[in-house]
């Protein structure tokens, strides 16, 4: 593929949202015109494109690489995550909320084109309505990560009116996807679930059976991304972070599903500190914003997802059984 004018610069491309759009944004604008970057070494991310080590929160690297690549949009996806982030709150502020900052003031002082930061459901809390949640609601987030994507949300906003910058942002949901491991969400059952299931044929999950939450196939967030960075300027009418609905569904009904696939798989419940951070999520997402502004419409349902996930996961496993079968080379 030809390469195009665009220099992506990703941060946190190692992460599970990073990964799969490193590989994305390659196919479609060419593998040298993205620079993937996380704090440490990720191999598979080498294969197709260029990569470099960078802690978001060394700014003077930043707007270095940024400079030397000739870079045109970022994406900023480094965070510590829901759960990960309780159990260390202030480290959690300090990377989400000094990450940001540092990628919106690159953007600003270099002139780059556009920026990209992902929020997410959690900026919502106990008071937010639970059905159908509003772009516009009540947002009372007691995570850090919550709080930390809440201000990011106003600084991105701030950052729009007073500076021009053009940021962009989506209130993801929780994200499934086969092709790298959770990051510490409170969400990642969603994900485990299948390796267990295709695996052991049981899971022990850490959510009470009939805890509803908004989910989405890692394809859909992927295309919504890629869609929303090339949505028209001045289409859009949300600044903060638009809201992003995939399937709700509960721990029950996913296994459910599964047990089409594997009848004798079997589900136990042990709710851990994490249900009262998912006590306090919406059950489903209104995203008529995004619908309106930029065509978003999803195309996983909840069938496709599970044949889709299992699909993938025991491909993954025979490949790696049939590796581990075949003779060494002579």
């Known amino acids: 593929m030809a390469e195009t004018r665009e ?70 996806l480094a965070a510590l995550l829901s759960a990960a982030g309780e159990k260390k ?25 556009k920026l990209f930061w992902p929020s997410s459901i959690a900026v919502f809390g106990p008071n937010t309505p639970r059905d159908h949640t509003p772009q516009q609601s009540i947002m009372d987030p007691n995570t850090v990560y919550g709080i930390s994507k809440l201000a990011g949300e106003r600084w991105c906003e701030y950052y729009h009116k007073h500076y021009g910058v053009d940021v962009r942002s989506l209130r993801y949901p929780g994200l499934i996807g086969y092709k790298s491991q959770p990051g510490g969400g409170t969400t990642d059952y969603a994900v485990d679930i299948f390796h267990h299931a295709v695996k052991w044929g049981k899971y022990t999950c850490f959510l009470k059976e009939d805890t509803a939450l908004p989910m989405m196939y890692m394809a859909d967030a992927i295309r919504a991304t890629i869609s929303l960075m090339g949505a028209q300027s001045e289409k859009l009418t949300v600044r903060s972070s638009y809201n992003l609905a995939g399937i709700s569904f509960d721990p029950c009904t996913l296994a459910e599903e599964i047990k089409k696939h594997h009848p004798s798989f079997d ?49 993954t496993r025979q490949e790696a059984e049939n590796q581990k079968s075949s003779p060494p080379p002579s």
């Open 267 to 315: 589900i136990s419940y042990i709710p851990d500190f994490r249900q009262n951070i998912a006590d306090s999520w919406p059950n489903s997402i209104d995203d008529s914003a995004a619908r309106l502004d930029w065509g978003w419409e999803i195309e996983y349902d909840l069938k496709r997802m599970v044949a889709d996930m299992l699909y993938h996961i025991r491909k």
């Open 7 to 76: 220099k992506i610069l990703i941060i946190g491309a190692g992460g599970q949202i990073g990964t799969e759009l490193t590989i994305a944004l390659r196919d479609s604008f060419g593998g040298g015109s993205v620079l993937a970057t996380d704090i440490r070494e990720f191999p598979t991310l080498d294969d197709s494109g260029p990569f470099e080590i960078l802690n978001v929160m060394d700014r003077d690297r930043l707007y270095q690489l940024a400079k030397d690549f000739n870079t045109t949009q970022i994406y900023n």
């Open 89 to 113: 709150p202030k480290d959690a502020w300090e990377l989400n909320m000094a990450g940001l900052l540092n990628s919106l003031d690159a953007v600003r002082d270099l002139k780059i084109g």
